[in-house]
Structure formats: structure tokens, C-alpha cells
């Protein structure tokens, strides 16, 4: 009785909710049939749903003649070094603030919260200019300096929300044990810390290899595009959009995320909570 | 620990406020230099020309046009985030069989970023082989084909739909942390008082609710005010303008038309803008302090 009470919640709130389930999915489904499609499939007429027979020619132009495998290379080279620079910058400044009450914590905290979400978009032509100036223009590290400048504030304010619940007393045990601050921090308090780095580790990794606005202004030439921005090249400005290719190109460059977000989903959906909702 | 080491706090913080003074205050600085000179079409700076950048500004009706869609964009954006992550959030947040699987698939476009999710819709919606044409011959709604972002009375409500299903995974988190912070106790106390599940509703979920609620409404307008790559890859602003929204013609004007003092001074009023809203959600976060 229990139980089936229970089953028709379920149907009930399945139903409910299929139209949202059918949205979410969508984006995926086209992704993967459009690059699954041929070239005669694509412009069909009447339009098709499915393809007429899977043809997996797409998924192997991407890697010669569009030369993807470089796109993503630089997606990598820029994400990794974003996300270890914005760790360098800000597990220190998080731990200070997270430790230490000092009479400018209050102003610094305002400071990283507004920060954190200044989009660049309306900075974008200062942005331009003071990279142009500094001889950076179509440079991956002008896009690196840039994200990481970006990604800075946030990781400040999820480390430290973190930090702030690991007790102080093991850092004070340590050092009555006679290690030096320095060490104690290293060998108590950094290994405690790790969940939280990971975690924001993975958040600026995901930022830096969806962003456009900077990529797009700051990388001017394909051999520069990163995987995000690539797939937009293949888009725009051509006279007929081969859109089998530009939907392998978007299935290569999403599904690394997707696995993310599927694997360290419950840590994704609490830090999105802390950065929205902080 | 702080009188022992007063320096300490402040060197392990400096090197992060300097890098965020850099790259985000030396261009803010820029930009406000810019607006009150002219600039020519290689930023170049020239004379100071006070106000005229403004000025000529606001005598763009492109400008006013973009203004004011770009109100209704965030605010359409918005509504409609809320209506339809607010009863998915409640639902999500019962229990019933294949929850969990629910809930991912319901937060998975999260992971597309909003460019990928704009060149996905735009094809989609294309009116030569889209598979939104696709389903509508087949079901019979429609003989031809729709250039649904092609026709400029229609582009715009289709972004604003797409801009919509592109913030529902982060709307429906905020509202499932809501959710899950009202103690299960008050629920108890009301069916125990005998209390419907309406009034339950009304009376605990919508008011414990309500700071989530503000939190995802500030929030969404500053996300669609921002929203650059979702109408950028879907329409360029286009057909005919009929799409641009603020910070798609800011673009226009910077890069393509090369009116860099104008645009400079549209990135100061934006910034402003900006600067509002983040502290308006900043006072309902501090306010409500979650973490």
C-alpha cells in the first residue's frame, strides 16, 4: 500500500517534470545526432530528426581538416595554467582571510564579493587595449593573465568559506609539536585544505574552458582558438556551415564537462550554491 | 596570531588584490580616461572632450533601442527562470523513485557553456534542416519550414527562450539550497496541526523561500544583463538589430564600428549599472549568509 503509494508520486512527479527532462537532454541528443549525420542528411528536405544512417565521417574531419586536436591543446594549456595560477593567488589570500581579523578584512571581503561579479564583457575594451599595449594581443597568456584575473576572487571566497570551518587548533597543535609555522601548515593544514582546492580547482578549470567574451576579443587568429572558441569559428562567417563537423567539434569540447559535472556533482551543485548564494 | 604577526595577513592577501587592481581596475581606469576623450578607430586617445561621448550617446537610437531590449530581456529572463525553476525545484526536492537521476538530468545542461548552448539552438532553429522545423512538419503543425531566427518579429522571443532554459539549472540549485535549509520540523508541527499542503505551502515554503527567491531574482537580471555569448553566437544582434541587447552592440560599436570613445563611455553607464545591482545582491547575500 506503502509502496505503491510511493510508485504513483513517482509516475506523477516523472510526468511532471518530462517536459524539463526532455529540454535538458535536448541539447545533448542534437549534438549527437547532428554529428552522426551526412552531409546529404543535414540539409534534407523535409527536415530530418535522426539521421538516415549513422556516418561517423564528421567525427573524423574534426581531427584533420578542421585541426581540433590544436584548439584543444590551447583549451588545455590556457584552463590548466588558469587554474593553477588563480590556486597560487588565492589559497594564501583565502587562508589569511579565513585566519587572521585584521581592521581591512571587513573592506577586502565587500571588495572580493563585487569583484568576483564584474563580468568582463563591460570591461572588455579597456581589457583589449591594456593587453594591445603590453604587446600581448593573440597571445595565449594575455587570455590566461585575463581569466585568471577574473577567476581570482571567487576562489578566494570558496576556499575561505571552507577554510574557515577546519579548526585552528591543528595548526596550534602542530606548532606546540614543535614544527615551525611554515610546516605545520604545510604538512597539517594543507591536506585538510585539498577537498576545498580540488573543488575550486575544478570550477576555474570549467570556467576558463567555457568563457567567450575574452577569448574570443583577445585570440584573433584560428591557430590561437581555444576548443569553446573554435566551435563558434566554424559557425560564423561561413558561407554554408558544415554543421555535422560543428556538432562533433561541440560534443568533443562538452562531454570532458559533462563527465566533470556527473562525476563531482554533489560538490558542484554545493559550490554553485556557496558562489551564488554566498 | 594576529598581534604576533601583523604582516603575515596582509602579504598572504596582497599579491591577489594587486592582480584583481590590475587586471580589472587598470581597464575600468582606462575606460573612464576614454570616455571623456575622443578615441579614434585605432584607440588612439586624443582631447579631452568632457561629456560629448555621452552625449552623442544618448543621441543614438540604436542605443535607446538596445536600452530598452535589453530591459525586457532581463526581465522576461528572469520571470520566466523563476516560474519554471521554482515548481521543479519543489518537485525535485521530494522524494520519489529515480530522484537523483532527476535531478541530473534536469542540472546537466549546466555543463554546455552558453556559447555551445547558442550555436546548439541556433542550428536547431534553423530553418533549413533545424530539428525544431523538423518535429513541427512531422507533427503537421506546420507545412514550410520557420526561419525562426531569421524573422525579426520572431528572433527576439526565441532568444528570450533560449536565454530562459540557459539559466534554469543554476535557478533550480539556488531554490533546491533553499529548500533543503528549511528544517523538516516545521513540516512535521503543520501536518501534526493538521495544516493542507497549500497552506504549508504559503505559510512555510513561500516565506523561508523568500531570501532564496530575492537572491535568484538579482541574480538572474545581473547574468541576462551580462548575457554576451548566448545572442552573440545565436543571432549577432541581427536580423536588423532586432536582437541586440546592451552589451551585443557595446561590442558592435567597439569592433566593428570603431567608435571606441562612445562605446567607452556606454562601458562606464554599464559598469555603473553593474555596480548597482551587485551591491543590491550583495546586501540580500550578506544579509542572509548562507555559508
Known sequence: MRDNRRYRRGMISWLLLLPLVVLGLFPYLVMLSTALKSAKDLFAYPPRILPSQLDFASMMVIWDKVDFARAIANGMVVSVSTTVLTLLFAVPAAYSLARFQTRGSGAIRVFLMVTQMISPVVLIIGIFRMMAAMGMMNDLRALILALTGFSVAFAVWMLQSYFKTLPREIEEAAAIDGANWFNGLRLVFLPLAMPAIGVTAVFTFITAWTEFVLSYTLLRTPEMATATLKVVYLVSGQYSVAWNEVMAAAIVTTLPILGIFIVFQKHIVGGLVQGAVK | ?291
Not at chain 2, 11 to 36: A, E
Open chain 2, 1 to 291: 596570531m594576529s598581534e604576533r604577526r601583523p604582516i603575515l595577513p596582509m602579504g598572504l592577501m596582497i599579491p591577489s588584490l594587486l592582480l584583481v587592481l590590475w587586471i580589472i581596475g587598470y581597464p575600468l581606469y582606462d575606460l573612464l580616461i576614454m570616455s571623456v576623450h575622443s578615441v579614434d578607430r585605432f584607440a588612439q586617445v586624443g582631447g579631452f572632450v568632457g561629456s560629448a561621448n555621452f552625449q552623442k550617446l544618448f543621441a543614438d537610437p540604436l542605443f535607446w533601442a538596445s536600452f530598452w531590449r535589453t530591459c525586457i530581456w532581463s526581465t522576461f529572463v528572469t520571470l520566466g527562470a523563476i516560474a519554471l525553476s521554482l515548481p521543479v525545484a519543489i518537485l525535485l526536492s521530494q522524494d520519489f523513485p529515480g530522484r537523483s537521476i532527476a535531478r541530473v538530468i534536469v542540472l546537466c545542461p549546466w555543463a554546455i557553456s552558453a556559447s555551445m548552448f547558442g550555436v546548439v539552438w541556433r542550428w536547431a532553429l534553423n530553418g533549413n534542416g533545424g530539428v525544431v522545423n523538423a518535429v513541427l512538419m512531422e507533427l503537421g503543425l506546420t507545412k514550410e519550414p520557420i526561419y525562426f531566427l531569421a524573422t525579426s518579429d520572431l528572433a527576439f522571443p526565441i532568444a528570450i527562450a533560449v536565454g530562459i532554459l540557459a539559466v534554469v539549472p543554476l535557478t533550480v540549485i539556488i531554490f533546491l539550497a533553499g529548500l533543503a535549509s528549511i528544517q523538516d520540523d516545521l513540516y512535521d508541527a503543520a501536518r501534526i496541526d493538521g495544516a493542507s499542503s497549500f497552506s504549508t505551502f504559503t505559510n512555510i515554503t513561500l516565506p523561508l523561500l523568500k531570501p532564496f527567491l530575492n537572491i535568484a531574482i538579482v541574480i538572474n537580471i545581473i547574468y541576462s544583463f551580462n548575457s554576451f555569448a548566448i545572442v552573440w553566437v545565436l543571432t549577432q544582434g541581427g536580423p536588423a538589430n532586432s536582437t541586440d541587447i546592451l552589451v551585443t552592440y557595446l561590442y558592435k560599436m567597439a569592433f566593428q564600428f570603431g567608435r571606441i570613445d562612445q562605446a567607452a563611455a556606454m562601458s562606464i553607464i554599464m559598469f555603473g549599472f553593474l555596480l548597482a545591482l551587485i551591491t543590491l545582491y550583495a546586501r540580500f547575500a550578506m544579509k542572509e549568509r548562507v555559508t
